[in-house]
């Protein structure tokens, strides 16, 4: 897939990327993209590109007692980030994650998720980032994650 870096990453470019790159198994949590940030607001003092993402509840996604299951927040919260990425980037850009910190703080469970990307740095050889994760019934945190991407030559 070819860089666009003069060109906006709106989200039905980051659908179509979501579609296209990501592997099926991503597919299969039926994510959603419900913003894309990559211009900052005027008067912004400590904005950050980012998305916001949502992995609707599925009985599939749960452990034992109808929680959440750990793999699938960190699943989300990584696809999270290289939209955030790519938005920052203003368009497809290969990379990889090479680090992936995720503290979790409170089950979520009969819930959608949220994930808040920000790219906190975006440089020529690596990004990183922080997801906040949400439980969409009460807003409240359910884990925040730290990420570093390496990018690759496109």
């Not at 696809?79 to 990379?95: D, E």
Request: hydrophobic fraction near 45%; glycine fraction near 6%.
């Amino acid at each position: 897939m070819p860089s666009q870096p003069d060109t906006e990453f709106g989200i039905a470019e980051a659908r179509r990327v979501l579609g296209e790159v990501f592997a099926p198994w991503i597919q299969d949590l039926n994510l959603s993209i419900e913003r894309i940030e990559y211009t900052p607001p005027p008067e912004a003092q400590d904005w950050q590109p980012g998305a916001l993402l949502r992995m609707p509840f599925s009985e599939r996604l749960c452990r034992n007692g109808g929680v959440v299951c750990g793999q699938a927040l960190m699943a989300l919260a990584d696809t999270a980030m290289v939209i955030a990425n790519l938005a920052a980037n203003s368009g497809y850009r290969p990379m990889t994650t090479v680090d992936q910190t995720t503290h979790f703080m409170r089950a979520v469970s009969s819930s959608d998720v949220l994930a808040d990307a920000r790219v906190v740095r975006l440089g020529r050889t690596m990004s990183f980032g922080r997801v906040t994760l949400l439980s969409a019934a009460d807003n409240k945190q359910v884990a925040m994650v730290s990420s570093a991407f390496a990018m690759l030559p496109g």
